[in-house]
């Protein structure tokens, strides 16, 4: 069974930093891209951040120039470090994965149970 578990969440004043991680673990072949998405209340979920296996990224607009998205593929890990953080940063953060397991036969998407970043103003 594979699973994603994010932390780092958190409340923290606009202007701020926060770093989120995410480990996967479980009967894993490969990981191949991995991205945070994030949800704010009573909006549809936006894609944040993504990073290829090979290290190539992409960000939301939104967030160009103040988020970065990294990963430690010794570790399994992806990170989204936050800086300049504002109030409409605010949401629940899910981290993504597309993971080849020993369990299935072709790779699945992945995802967290999510973890709350509260930007105050």
């Known amino acids: 069974q594979v699973q994603l578990v994010e932390s780092g969440g958190g409340l923290v004043q606009a202007g701020g930093s926060l770093r989120l991680s995410c480990a996967a673990s479980?009967?894993?072949?490969?990981?191949?891209?991995m991205g945070w998405y994030r949800q704010a209340p009573g909006e549809q979920r936006e894609l944040v951040a993504s990073?290829?296996?090979?290290?190539?990224?992409m960000y939301a607009d939104s967030v160009k120039g103040r988020f970065f998205i990294s990963r430690d593929n010794t570790k399994n890990t992806v990170y989204l470090q936050m800086n300049t953080l504002k109030p409409e940063d605010t949401a629940v953060y899910y981290c993504?994965?597309?993971?080849?397991?020993?369990?299935?036969?072709?790779?699945?998407?992945?995802r967290g149970q999510g973890t709350q970043v509260t930007v105050s103003s």
């Open positions: 993504n994965a597309m993971i080849a397991a020993t369990d299935r036969t072709y790779p699945s998407q992945y």
């Open positions: 479980g009967r894993i072949l490969s990981i191949g891209t």
């Open positions: 990073i290829t296996s090979g290290g190539t990224t």
